[in-house]
């Protein structure tokens, strides 16, 4: 999952190389590639990162 914090909205979209699923904010991210998504992200001065899912995490151990 990757995170996204903007002045206005925090929101958050999940991404197997194009972005799969994602919060409604961004529903017009969904479908885009990772390195046009990165792009925007960017272009808007947003800020992103990659949340680790705590779950797997666990399981691993």
Do not use: C, Y
């Amino acid at each position: 999952m990757v995170r996204i914090v903007a002045p206005h909205f925090v929101a958050g979209f999940e991404s197997d190389g194009k972005v799969v699923r994602a919060a409604p904010i961004l529903r017009d991210m969904i479908g885009m590639s990772d390195a046009k998504a990165r792009a925007r992200i960017k272009a808007n001065g947003w800020t992103a990162h990659i949340v680790v899912d705590e779950v797997q995490l666990i399981r691993k151990f």
